[in-house]
């Protein structure tokens, strides 16, 4: 099993703005904000909840747009489609979780499912499609797409949207609007609290 301190040594072994190196760090991020959520209470709770759904949103529109596409022709077309139903489910358990109180009981025993899922996808990722994509693509393709994955996370939504997640075509459809709507909400809630 991977932890935050491996995948962190791994991507600093990759080239600045490789796009592996990118997804790393994240996967990194998203474990610690798990661990963050799970020890923590109240408004913190809440605070850490709503930066891992806003990360986690934004991490898989990326993958979705950009990384999938490449580890479909890479890593092949059943292995790419499997992290699709993945994340489509995983979005699915976000919604859920997003209308729940955090200081629920539910809520926590959501949240270890969904961190369950989380981990076991991006173990996934790291075993079959990250090696594929390093293999298969230059140093110059793989920084190319860490910068349309980056430029595709500053436009992508923030909250979960199942009926477009697990579809880059749907992705990039949607996502551009849904994005819109999800950062109005989350600077109308920010100012109101």
């Known amino acids: 099993m991977s932890t935050a301190q491996t995948e962190r040594a791994e991507a600093a072994k990759l080239p600045k703005g490789d796009v592996v190196a990118i997804l790393l760090e994240q996967h990194a ?11 923590a209470e109240g408004k913190h709770k809440q605070q850490a909840f709503d930066e891992l759904r ?23 077309e059943q292995e790419a489609g499997a992290r699709n139903k993945e994340e489509k489910e995983a979005n699915k358990v976000l919604v859920e979780l997003e209308k729940m109180d955090v200081s629920t009981a539910e809520f926590d025993r959501g949240l270890a499912g969904l961190e369950k899922a989380v981990i076991d996808h991006a173990e996934h ?7 594929a994509i390093l293999r298969d693509c230059s140093e110059d393709k793989r920084r190319s797409m860490g910068t349309m994955l980056r430029m595709t996370e500053k436009i992508a939504p923030t909250h979960p949207h199942p009926g477009v997640a697990g579809s880059p075509a749907a992705q990039w459809a949607v996502g551009p609007f849904a994005s819109l709507v999800d950062r109005t909400k989350d600077l109308l809630k920010s100012a109101a609290g």
């Not at 991020?29 to 020890?39: N, P, T």
Request: proline letters at 5%; zero cysteines; aromatic letters at 4%.
């Open 125 to 131: 990722e790291e075993r079959e499609e990250f090696p």
């Open 29 to 39: 991020r998203i474990r610690d904000l798990f661990s963050d959520v799970k020890g």
């Open 54 to 76: 806003a990360l986690l949103a934004v991490h898989e529109t990326g993958e979705e747009m950009i990384l999938r596409p490449v580890a479909k022709e890479t890593a092949g």
